[in-house]
């Protein structure tokens, strides 16, 4: 029988203020924007709780019927705000974060207090979907949620017509890592990495392509320049698909992610990849058919991987063309919606 979605109406929010790109997308998807307070990353009361309230506030002015959040802050506010006031919740969780990350004494207090605002926030909600099994298994662990109103899906999906199939560049071989700029997306590991790798391979490119953070785990833009001779720092960008163009191979080497979309970007475009073991990185590859997967923070193993590729170039090309098949056959960014879409329960028969 044919299924057909059901008529909403869409409203976003969030702090994308002076993001002219993004608002114009979404007024050509006639979909409204509403902003509010949100400082994603640090722990700032006052922020916090603006936050909060002007969730409250969109759900009281907007009447909403059902609320759609992703990312840990919003998943906290959004639920707590949805469940005071009586409105279906879904979560997204696209990652575990810095958070859930590190054995110190101010980690595990961190990790205390976010398990039980996420228990809080979650308690009502209609279902939660993941974006690997090991961060679903965390969050049931910690008896954040029942395993029953839980799903995984493959990452947040990748267009694949945006993120067409294109041919490998000219003759020098190039690698690119897009990440913000934290010490836990394994920067420092991809730049001890091509210092090592361009002492035997000078003509060997390495390119890194993203924006400073805030985190409490950021790079700072300083060591970043440090390491122009042996990295190319290309600075933030709204279009990396420009960037996966000028490259040969994909690296990201980080420590976790939910499932990380630069890489399937790149994968859609046809570049092998090599990225780490970690929860949601292990998920894009299949070693030895699409790229390799090294243990984390491995620098050695990472420089061995490098090195395989320049050394069997016409293995970069097939692994490129599987990368590819992957994308179509689990990452479809049209197939990742649909499953999210039946389980919210948007479509009848």
Known sequence: MLSVMKRMDVIAASSMDGDKVTMRLLQDIGVEYRPITLQRNGFNVIHDIKTFFDLRHLLNVQKIDTVFAYGVKLVIWGGLSSRLKGVPFFALITGLGYSFQGESVQRRILTALVVFLYRVALRKSKFVFFQNKDNQDVFIKYGIIPLHKTCVVNGSGVNTNKFELFKLPGVKISFLCVARLLGEKGLREYAAAASIVKREYPDVSFSLVGPVDASPDSISLEEVLRWKEYVDYKGPTNNVKEFIKSCHIYVLPSYHEGLPRSTLEAMSMG????????????????????????????????????????????????????????????????????????VMGFYEN
Do not use: Y
């Open 271 to 342: 570049r092998a990849v090599i990225t780490t073991t970690a929860a949601g990185c292990k998920e894009t590859v299949i070693d030895g058919v699409n790229g390799f997967t090294v243990p984390i923070k491995s620098i050695d193993k990472l420089v061995e991987k490098m090195t395989w590729f320049i050394e069997n170039r016409d293995k970069i090309k097939t692994m490129g063309i599987e990368s590819r098949k992957m994308v179509e056959d689990k990452f479809d960014v049209h197939k990742v919606n649909n499953k999210i879409l039946d």
